[in-house]
């Protein structure tokens, strides 16, 4: 089973960036789709975006859309959210997470990396 661990977050102003990354270990990273996830106070967790294994199709949520870039390094077992122009709703606990090609559910969870953007 693979274990993944997020890492970059911290505090930001409105209209910064941040890096997140998301390591795995355990398995193959390339044999899986990653997908980075977040939750904020009082709400349901929500899928931003997703990478398939040879990281050419991506999915995006309409909020990031043009804002958020996925990427992967599989050769590091590596998977990174760039994340620009932030606002203070992007606050939240952001998760990695991975599912098999052509199967529904994610899973792996991490523990999180909180964001948090001032206004």
């Known amino acids: 089973q693979v274990q993944l661990v997020e890492s970059g977050g911290g505090l930001v102003q409105a209209g910064g960036s941040l890096r997140l990354s998301c390591v795995a270990s355990?398995?193959?990273?390339?044999?899986?789709?990653v997908g980075w996830f977040r939750q904020a106070p009082e709400k349901e967790r929500e899928r931003l975006a997703d990478?398939?294994?040879?990281?050419?199709?991506?999915y995006y949520e309409d909020s990031v859309v043009g804002r958020f870039t996925i990427s992967r390094d599989n050769a590091k077992s590596t998977v990174y959210l760039q994340m620009n122009s932030l606002k203070p709703e992007d606050t939240a606990v952001y998760y990695c997470?991975?599912?098999?090609?052509?199967?529904?559910?994610?899973?792996?969870w991490g523990k999180g990396t909180l964001v948090t953007v001032s206004s």
């Open positions: 990478v398939d294994s040879s990281a050419t199709t991506t």
């Open positions: 997470a991975v599912r098999r090609p052509f199967y529904r559910d994610y899973n792996g």
């Open positions: 355990g398995r193959t990273l390339g044999d899986y789709v």
